[in-house]
């Protein structure tokens, strides 16, 4: 005779994990999706550096930020017009690249400000070179007064680009005073 006592069925399991990349490449193209692997830490919570833990939102974000290098790539290649210039030293030829970086940080930077504090659709650094490219502007000391000199229009032109970037202006001036 039983007595009234349950009996327990206790189960274990020893899982190891490895991953598999021409499995995930198989079942990508079987379920027609994309497979993001990653170096970075998983976390439930970003951390203050990416490279000590990150959510998949912030992986999956990251990843897709990528066609902003791409694109500044390809504006130091040929966008800034320097992709048919000779040059016949490598100290020249160091002198550009140099130049180039530099230009290329200046418009990634004025990008990322026009975009922050711009409303709508935003323009292009190089649509606004463009457009504001006969325009002078001129910073009288004895009065400080900043004025655009150019065609009919160039004023509110720039300084509706400067408001959108928003710049320190007496930082740049320091800068200037030396």
Request: charged fraction near 25%; charge should be negative; hydrophobic fraction near 45%.
């Amino acid at each position: 005779m039983f007595n009234d006592a349950v009996a327990k069925i206790i189960w274990k399991i020893d899982v190891s994990m490895a991953f598999d990349s021409e499995r995930a490449k198989e079942l990508a193209n079987i379920h027609d999706i994309s497979v993001v692997v990653t170096n970075l830490p998983f976390s439930t919570e970003d951390a203050e550096n990416v490279r000590h833990g990150a959510t998949t939102d912030t992986v999956l974000r990251l990843y897709l930020d990528q066609y902003k290098t791409e694109h500044t790539y390809r504006l130091m290649k040929s966008g800034m017009g320097v992709d048919s210039v000779y040059v016949h030293t490598p100290s020249r030829a160091n002198a550009l690249l140099f130049v180039i970086a530099v230009a290329t940080l200046v418009s990634s930077v004025m990008d990322a400000m026009i975009r922050r504090n711009g409303k709508g659709r935003q323009k292009a650094v190089r649509q606004v070179c463009i457009e504001i490219q006969s325009a002078i502007l001129e910073y009288c000391r004895a009065e400080d007064a900043l004025s655009v000199l150019g065609p009919t229009g160039a004023e509110d032109g720039v300084f509706s680009y400067l408001n959108k970037i928003d710049p320190d202006s007496s930082l740049l001036l320091d800068i200037f005073d030396g």
